[in-house]
């Protein structure tokens, strides 16, 4: 099935090429020239990526990210930035951006970068397992029909585990898939979020059921003999 993505860039002859391409590539584009319309856009239309500029008129996209992370959004966003210094890819990925380009760049370097997202996030399709439904497109997680209160992190951390299931995934690759982190000064943060992922997800979340830990390795998702991919 297509993806949609949502392409914010004011340079319109930026704009025009990365459209072009992208349709090309096969995906279906909207397209934004600003703050505003971008946040409109992309609260009302079935977006599965956002391609999002740095410098935009009325609000930039720093405020746009950081605006729809606290709205609950958890669709993936990549900015495209022309500013190459440290502190402004660190204040992106810590408001809720998942990767990131900077100006210049190869048309084939962001192609790469936008597959990469959505295989990590998948645009369609929905995972179960026990109780739980697990909706991508819709970026929820149900039991038995009653919506479990995820925040953003959380749903990317569970999607890694379910896309990994069965494997064995270190803190380090969570913090570098899953954060952007650099593995070697945060391994506590993973601990603490997959202690409180169990206890939205598992009835004794001291002996889970779901999320197993492999000591000295890290964590490993397995579900039960009733998971259904869909």
Same mark, same amino acid.
């Given at each position: 099935?297509?993806?949609?993505?949502?392409?914010?860039?004011?340079?319109? !002859?930026?704009?025009?090429?990365?459209?072009?391409?992208?349709?090309? !590539?096969?995906?279906?584009?909207?397209?934004?020239?600003?703050?505003?319309?971008?946040?409109?856009?992309?609260?009302?239309?079935?977006?599965?990526?956002?391609?999002? %500029?740095?410098?935009?008129?009325?609000?930039?996209?720093?405020?746009?990210?950081?605006?729809?992370?606290?709205?609950?959004?958890?669709?993936?966003?990549?900015?495209?930035?022309?500013?190459?210094?440290t502190k402004d890819t660190v204040e992106g990925l810590k408001i809720g951006a998942d990767d990131y380009v900077t100006k210049p760049f190869e048309m084939s370097e962001?192609?790469?970068?936008?597959? !990469?997202?959505?295989?990590?996030?998948?645009?369609?399709?929905?995972?179960?397992?026990?109780?739980?439904?697990?909706?991508?497109?819709?970026?929820?997680?149900?039991?038995?029909?009653?919506?479990?209160?995820?925040? !953003?992190?959380?749903?990317?951390?569970?999607?890694?585990?379910?896309?990994?299931?069965?494997?064995?995934?270190?803190?380090?690759?969570?913090?570098?898939?899953?954060?952007?982190?650099?593995?070697?000064?945060?391994?506590?943060?993973? %601990?603490?979020?997959?202690?409180?992922?169990?206890?939205?997800?598992? %009835?004794?979340?001291?002996?889970?059921?779901?999320?197993?830990?492999?000591?000295?390795?890290?964590?490993?998702?397995?579900?039960?003999?009733?998971?259904?991919?869909?």
């Open positions: 099935m297509t993806s949609h993505v949502l392409l914010v860039e004011d340079e319109e !002859a930026l704009s025009l090429f990365l459209r072009d391409s992208l349709k090309k !590539a096969g995906y279906s584009v909207e397209q934004a020239f600003d703050g505003n319309s971008a946040l409109a856009k992309a609260r009302s239309l079935p977006i599965d990526l956002i391609i999002l %500029d740095v410098m935009l008129p009325q609000r930039d996209g720093f405020d746009v990210c950081r605006t729809l992370r606290s709205e609950g959004s958890k669709t993936p966003i990549l900015m495209l930035t022309a500013r190459s210094q962001l192609m790469a970068r936008v597959e !990469a997202l959505l295989r990590r996030f998948p645009p369609t399709g929905a995972y179960s397992f026990g109780p739980f439904r697990v909706d991508f497109r819709g970026t929820e997680v149900t039991r038995d029909g009653k919506l479990v209160n995820l925040s !953003a992190r959380e749903f990317q951390l569970l999607r890694f585990l379910i896309e990994h299931r069965g494997e064995t995934v270190s803190r380090e690759m969570l913090l570098k898939e899953v954060w952007g982190y650099d593995p070697s000064l945060y391994t506590r943060t993973v %601990d603490m979020r997959i202690a409180t992922l169990r206890q939205h997800l598992e %009835d004794d979340p001291k002996q889970p059921r779901y999320i197993l830990t492999v000591q000295g390795l890290g964590y490993k998702f397995r579900s039960d003999d009733h998971e259904t991919t869909l």
